[in-house]
């Protein structure tokens, strides 16, 4: 019997691990134009935001990422995790409050009436997406060509992951701004989510 949690063997192939982690850096790992990492020593970088004062560099995780750009190749990108050690206090919370719902067709219904429409970033793309892994499919495998393609459709994704983000971020400083205490329902969604389908299947036989 196979332990629970457990999944079969992978071949780890080329293109299929896109991060690693570093779980430990030395001492003073980062400098303004270069980052140290074990085993590989000091790589030039370019830094996006200083580091905090006070806060010590703990982990960093090196991750593949397709841009946006065709004339600009695929990068790597460094997230770092920071520690700091500090006392927050324990104050109660206080402001307007408002309650969101989330929702199958609409994305949130908030408690003041407004109704947040759930994004279509990933369908305006699709027909797109579709082409490209057409051509894909009859191109030679580890072609010029095929990589090409793969870079095209690796970017693609990148664009709605990257507008995805942009669009929560948004959201969530959108409910921020109109109130001090946000309440939310304490729902297993995926459940719901997979009744709510069986009986509109329900409905339609």
């Known amino acids: 019997m196979r332990a629970q949690g457990?999944?079969?063997?992978?071949?780890?192939?080329?293109?299929?691990?896109?991060?690693f982690i570093f779980p430990q850096l030395g001492k003073n790992p980062v400098r303004n134009d270069?980052?140290?990492?074990?085993?590989?020593?000091?790589?030039?970088?370019?830094?996006?935001?200083?580091?905090?004062?006070?806060?010590?560099?703990?982990?960093a995780r090196v991750v593949k990422q397709a841009t946006l750009r065709a004339a600009t190749p695929t990068g790597y990108f460094v997230m770092l995790s920071l520690?700091?050690?500090i006392n927050i206090p324990d104050t109660p919370a206080s402001g307007h409050p408002i309650g969101i719902d989330?929702?199958?067709?609409?994305?949130?219904?908030?408690?003041e009436g407004e109704l947040i429409n759930r994004p279509r970033f990933f369908?305006?793309?699709?027909?797109?997406?579709?082409?490209?892994?057409?051509?894909?499919?009859?191109?030679?495998?580890?072609?010029?060509?095929?990589?090409?393609l793969n870079q095209k459709i690796a970017r693609?994704?990148?664009?709605?992951?990257?507008?995805?983000?942009d669009w929560q971020f948004k959201l969530a400083h959108h409910l921020c701004d109109q109130a001090g205490m946000i309440f939310a329902e304490d729902i297993n969604y995926s459940t719901r989510s997979r009744f709510a389908s069986i009986s509109l299947g329900q409905k339609g036989c």
């Open 6 to 19: 457990m999944g079969f063997p992978r071949f780890k192939k080329k293109g299929r691990l896109r991060s």
């Open 83 to 85: 520690q700091l050690d």
């Open 123 to 148: 369908k305006t793309l699709q027909s797109k997406l579709k082409l490209l892994q057409r051509r894909l499919k009859n191109k030679k495998k580890g072609s010029s060509s095929w990589q090409k």
């Open 34 to 59: 270069a980052i140290k990492l074990p085993q590989f020593g000091w790589i030039k970088w370019r830094q996006h935001r200083p580091i905090p004062d006070g806060m010590e560099v703990k982990q």
């Open 156 to 165: 693609l994704h990148q664009q709605v992951q990257d507008t995805l983000q």
């Open 102 to 111: 989330l929702g199958l067709d609409k994305f949130l219904a908030t408690s």
